[in-house]
Each structure stands twice: as C-alpha cells, then as structure tokens.
C-alpha cells in the first residue's frame, strides 16, 4: 500500500502562481513515477504531468512552458509547479503513484484560478 497526501492547492487570481506538494508513503519502490492530474467540473480526469524515478518528464500541451514537474526521492515526495494560471486551469489536482505493485492515487487539492 501507498498512501498519498496532496497539498498547496488554493485560490488564486488568473496570472498567479501555485506549487502543489505530494507525499508519498508506505510500501514505495525504487522505480516508479509519479503524475499529477486535474479533473475539472463535468470533465475527465487528464493528466497535467508525469515524472519517472530517473527524472524524465512528460507535460500535456496545456502544461508545456507554465508547469513544472519536479521531485525528491529523498522525501518521496512530488512537486508541482504552475505559473500563469488561468480560469480553464480550475481543476481537483490529484497525484498519481504508479509502481511495480500498481496505481495508487491521493484525495487531491482543489485549485481555483479567479479571472
């Protein structure tokens, strides 16, 4: 088992900034990535950036030049920096653990960008 706790979500204005936390814990492997995605109201789950033990990255087109995925294995934890955000980046943020024993995913944090 892997429990994750997401943090740093928040209301901001459009043109500001957020950094979303996610701790990891429990049973962890080595190898693993982990992933943040939004789900906004009447909308799927998408995923907002994914990030491999060996720190290779991959960002949705919405993402590319204002988010920022980044991590620490030293604290298993999970960073999410988002810079420029605008009303359509409204989401729940949910952080994704995906290892050699599965998929586990936080509660997430709510981001509310005000225009």
């Known amino acids: 088992q892997v429990q994750l706790v997401e943090s740093g979500g928040g209301s901001v204005q459009a043109g500001g900034s957020l950094r979303l936390s996610c701790a990891a814990s429990?049973?962890?492997?080595?190898?693993?990535?982990m992933g943040w995605y939004r789900q906004a109201p009447g909308k799927q789950r998408e995923l907002v950036a994914i990030i491999s033990s060996g720190d290779s990255t991959n960002y949705a087109d919405f993402g590319k030049g204002r988010f920022t995925i980044s991590r620490d294995n030293a604290k298993n934890t999970v960073y999410l920096q988002m810079l420029s955000l605008n009303a359509e980046d409204t989401a729940v943020y949910y952080c994704?653990?995906?290892?050699?024993?599965?998929?586990?995913w936080g509660r997430g944090t709510q981001v509310t960008v005000s225009s």
């Open positions: 994704r653990y995906m290892g050699r024993d599965g998929n586990y």
């Open positions: 429990g049973n962890i492997f080595s190898f693993n990535a």
